[in-house]
């Protein structure tokens, strides 16, 4: 069993990244940590003993020759990241005094550490649990604000509460059960069927906001993909080219000019944005490339989570425009869809929009950067908005997360249905305990090697 193995050794890894720099890290953890330093560090002070959770200033020696002068600092068990002891060598940032480092405590009885064993072991020690095991790995790969919130929001346990909240009232459902079975063997849920629909209907309700709050918390995490379409020579990718702020997209006054797809990561706003610019949509075209390339866009709409919708606005008459974009929201009715009429530069006069009941209408110039501004600045305010990352606002991200409240919402939906038909208490008992297993699996209360190390495997060693 993973647990045991894992907890009877020392481990040892170079925490900051390879390569040169001012200053490096390396984390040992376990029982003999303590002793492993206190052969090869020499204190300043010469003083025998080092001090817990103060810096120690000395020097690592070994057969009398100096590596090099370092700070140490000792955590005693269970204060620590992994709720071992665990000791940390702020050495200089030499490849060589790092790696000889860690070869000395090598040499004196540690391993080195897997990815993630840091990590693990304060999992396995009741340190955090699975989801917040999880946020550490986020966090360290957050590269927006919004994504480092959500790590954040995850890694003080936000998600946790909430899961154990629910779990706790899976188990008031499974006492209303017994108690049934005790006492009553005919007359099923004569006194308290109301009860226990009100508890169910409530813990359904939650997970059901949890399961929606996935769409946008993956998008936060890994980018929100937005596709610009429309049809030819209306400017989409002078458009693409203006928001990143790069010459990366071909342009030219020839319809069909963009053939391929063309994806580009931008930060906006604390939020990451993946742009697409897409070929455009021509329907007649008896152009093979163009229709492959056409295919393509349909593909990006799609799996998109935003559509910018250009229009040619000197060529293009309003009441075409609201024409073209209902028909693509009734196709895709869940997508979010702005429209852009482009080429306001030229445009004489502005179109009256107060006769159209639409919002999210902007009139821009992708070739002059009219309108540019605001239009990014409504995207974020937009996602800003939905996600309003306040306190309490759960937001799941994790794949993992999503797929096992999925699997718990199944059973208690049975749960639900089995209740209206009366059926016996028994059989509710077995759904409502697999819908318990589900939620524990996310926190890790349930949990099993293979789930432990595909979490793990991901982190860094060091961590
Ligand atoms: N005056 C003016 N011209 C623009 C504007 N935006 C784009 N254009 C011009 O419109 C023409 C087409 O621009 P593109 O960006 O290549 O259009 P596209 O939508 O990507 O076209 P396809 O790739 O063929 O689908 C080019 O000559 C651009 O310079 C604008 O805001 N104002
Ligand atoms: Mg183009």
Redesign the pocket.
Known sequence: MLKEKVVKDTIVAIATPSGYGAIAVIRMSGKNSIKIINNIFVSISLKKKLSENYLNLGFIKIKKKIIDKVLILVFKKPKSYTGEDVVEISCHGSMYIQNKILSIIIDQGARLANPGEFTLRAFINGKIDLCQAESILDLVNSETLFSHELAINQMRGNISNIIKNLRKKIIDLLSLIELELDFSEENLFVLNKREFQKILDNIIKKINDLIKSFKIGNALKNGILVSII????????????KILKDER??????????RNYIEENLIINGIKFSFI?T??INNKTKDYIEKLGIKKTYKNIKKSDLILY?F?GLNEDFKIIMKNFKSLQEKYPKKKIFILI?????IKKKINLRNYQEKDIFH?????G?GIKNLLDEITFFYKKITSLKENSIIITQTRHYENFKKAIFYLYKVKEDLEKSIYPEFLYIDLQTALECLGQIIGEVTNEDILSNIFSKFCIGK
């Open positions: 429309g049809c030819p020579n209306v400017g989409k990718s002078t458009l693409f080219n997209s071909i342009v030219s006054n020839i319809a069909g000019t963009t610019d070929a455009g250009v040619d482009n080429k306001y530069d030229l821009i110039s992708a070739k002059y009219y």
